[in-house]
T-cell receptor, first 114, second 109 residues
Framework: DTGVSQDPRHKITKRGQNVTFRCDPI?????LYWYRQTLGQGPEFLTY????????KSRLLSDRFSAERPKGSFSTLEIQRTEQGDSAMYLC????????????FGDGTRLSIL | AQRVTQPEKLLSVFKGAPVELKCNYS??????LFWYVQYSRQRLQLLLR??SRESIKGFTADLNKGETSFHLKKPFAQEEDSAMYYC???????????FGTGTRLQVFP
């Protein structure tokens, strides 16, 4: 198992375009998280899935953002009508059945808005 | 409000010197506290957590509920400890992580 996998590693797009990122968690993990990290800041929580159910969303997740985990395995994060302020590193993490077990992070997808 | 504060953006020490990375938190309840580390060109990874009460790579951290602190300490820093360190907490009801802004540790030879 290579751990949490995120694709793409880098995404450059023009303002106003839509982008979609993918996260493949560790295979037996049922918990999946998305975080966003901007320069000089720690990661900020965006949303959380347990299996296919989206159980929590941050206020940071505007209506331009949508996340899915249709079969309880991989997840996608889509940003519509991207804005300059969306430029950030988007991190995915997964965790096992026991919520007290630590989260394992992927390498992230770096989004740059031109 | 739930918050993690890491007052130092950068901490520079020489090899062999003691290190203390400060972390203070604000949380109504009993959180779990963590230290995550990110080495150059690597992903964020767990260094240690307070409930384990273990030493990893010579680092320890003690939860002080009175001072709401979870400072990370190492008696003798090594060059390979140079990295970005993030303190984080999670609550009992939800295990989403709330991170501090991070402290960059530079250990000079």
């Amino acid at each position: 198992d290579t751990g949490v996998s995120q694709d793409p590693r880098h995404k450059i797009t023009k303002r106003g375009q839509n982008v979609t990122f993918r996260c493949d968690p560790i295979s037996e993990h049922n918990r999946l998280y998305w975080y966003r990290q901007t320069l000089g800041q720690g990661p900020e929580f965006l949303t959380y899935f347990q299996n296919e159910a989206q159980l929590e969303k941050s206020r940071l997740l505007s209506d331009r953002f949508s996340a899915e985990r249709p079969k309880g395995s991989f997840s996608t994060l889509e940003i519509q009508r991207t804005e300059q302020g969306d430029s950030a590193m988007y991190l995915c993490a997964s965790g096992g059945q026991d919520p007290h077990q630590p989260q394992h992070f992927g390498d992230g997808t770096r989004l740059s808005i031109l | 409000a739930q918050r993690v504060t890491q007052p130092e953006k950068l901490l520079s020490v020489f090899k062999g010197a003691p290190v203390e990375l400060k972390c203070n938190y604000s949380y109504s309840g009993s959180p779990e506290l963590f230290w995550y580390v990110q080495y150059s060109r690597q992903r964020l990874q767990l260094l240690l957590r307070h409930i384990s009460r273990e030493s990893i790579k010579g680092f320890t951290a003690d939860l002080n509920k009175g001072e709401t602190s979870f400072h990370l300490k190492k008696p003798f820093a090594q060059e390979e400890d140079s990295a970005m360190y993030y303190c984080a907490l999670s609550g009992r009801k939800t295990d989403k992580l709330i991170f501090g802004t991070g402290t960059r540790l530079q250990v000079f030879p």
